[in-house]
């Protein structure tokens, strides 16, 4: 039997066979299922094996073999720290173009213009309809990889809806300027809701309701409607939505503006209105109930959503506990949150955290907090997720 190899252009010795074709002509007049022929077979396929195995690997700048391997995407920080004084804060616009990963990515790329050289240190990512929420991690470490940028914190939410049709997306961020902005730190406003009893009541009056708290609480931080950076809307339905957008862009044009449904079914009308507003001088004092989160320390530490998964006690108590690990090693830690996010998926998971976040956080000096219902997270056994801002020691 006689075998004779026919390789392709550029296959030489000392080069890898892979990527080459071969040829094996059995001419001994042996029948190709002959014992001998599977032999020689066998013989053949290992070799290949071990080539291609070799040629997987390629030598380094310091003569090194270097094995090449597919680059899964990098796992995204549960903390980030950034300067008070230096916060930027973005909303991306709404597109309906193409499917959910086509929207991240043109959200991502709408962001990476908005914060041009800025550090982005946190995204808040509002989701609608029925793509894959997890798609949105995946893209944001693949994106800030490609771009050699520092990974930023996600909070990842299921939002009811957008008011855009066919928009699935939204992101919120705060990046890290270059220079002071806020001399007197941030106000952390937490969502000032009002309810109806209907859920087919109109919005805009509770619209109005909500803003005219926020503007109270804006004031009692010491600041006015032109400091404020960004307000996000909750909303129970996005009919008339260009109601409530009057109301809102008549008080906070410059702001960084979003709104949403929060839930695709709600069980009665609402409006729940959030901001943060920059500081120019010493914050007036507040007693320990103040629904305002004062932060004038130098640093703050951003927290992306740490979930609960499960719906019992038990399992909220694990997440306050791991959010209170991830913490530490950024130089903080549970008595040291000044605001926090809870995204509860239901009134019983809403009294649920009602009941347990006083044993977590500073009894002296509770954090203020918006509790808003929403539609879901990206797991489906999960009861609810939060984020924090704390203070960094």
Not at 41 to 51: G, Q, T, Y
Not at 157 to 164: E, H, N, T, V
Request: hydrophobic letters at 45%.
């Amino acid at each position: 039997m006689k075998l004779c190899g026919a390789a392709s252009e550029g296959s030489g010795a000392g080069k890898s066979p892979v990527g080459h074709s071969a040829r094996i002509l059995i001419s001994s007049g042996e029948r190709v299922g002959s014992p001998n022929t599977k032999k020689v077979l066998a013989v053949v396929a290992v070799a290949l094996a071990v080539a291609m195995a070799l040629s997987a690997a390629k030598k380094n700048k310091n003569g090194e073999d270097e094995t090449q391997a597919l680059q899964l995407p990098k796992e995204l920080p549960s903390t980030v720290a950034g300067e008070t004084r230096r916060l930027l804060f973005y909303t991306t616009p709404l597109s309906a173009k193409g499917l959910l990963s086509q929207q991240i990515k043109d959200a991502l790329k709408s962001l990476e213009r908005q914060a041009g050289g800025n550090t982005v240190l946190q995204i808040r990512a509002f989701v609608a309809g029925s793509g894959d929420l997890r798609r949105v991690r995946e893209l944001v470490s693949e994106t800030f990889t490609d771009r050699r940028q520092p990974l930023p914190v996600l909070s990842l939410i299921q939002a009811g809806g957008l008011p855009l049709d066919g928009a699935q997306v939204v992101l919120e961020a705060i990046a890290a300027g270059k220079k002071d902005l806020h001399p007197g730190g941030l106000a952390f406003i937490p969502a000032q809701a009002f309810f109806s009893a209907s859920p087919l009541d109109p919005v805009a009056p509770l619209v109005e309701q909500s803003l005219t708290r926020l503007r109270q609480a804006v004031g009692a931080a010491g600041a006015d409607a032109s400091d404020v950076l960004r307000v996000t809307c909750f909303l129970s339905s996005l009919d008339n939505i260009a109601a409530t957008r009057q109301l809102v862009e008549a008080s906070y044009a410059r702001a960084a503006l979003n709104y949403m449904q929060a839930q695709r079914a709600s069980m009665r009308g609402m409006a729940a209105c959030e901001a943060v507003a920059g500081l120019r001088g010493p914050p007036p004092r507040t007693g320990a109930e103040s629904p305002i989160a004062v932060v004038t320390a130098p640093h703050v530490v951003l927290t992306g959503t740490q979930v609960s998964f499960g719906y019992e006690g038990s399992d909220a108590r694990l997440a306050f506990e791991r959010l209170g690990k991830a913490l530490e090693p950024a130089g903080s830690n549970l008595h040291e949150v000044a605001f926090a996010h809870f995204y509860p998926v239901s009134q019983k998971i809403e009294d649920q955290i009602q009941a347990l976040r006083p044993a977590f956080f500073d009894a002296a000096h509770p954090p203020a907090a918006s509790l808003v219902q929403i539609e879901g997270l990206s797991s489906l056994d999960a009861g609810f997720a939060m984020d924090v801002v704390a203070a960094k020691n």
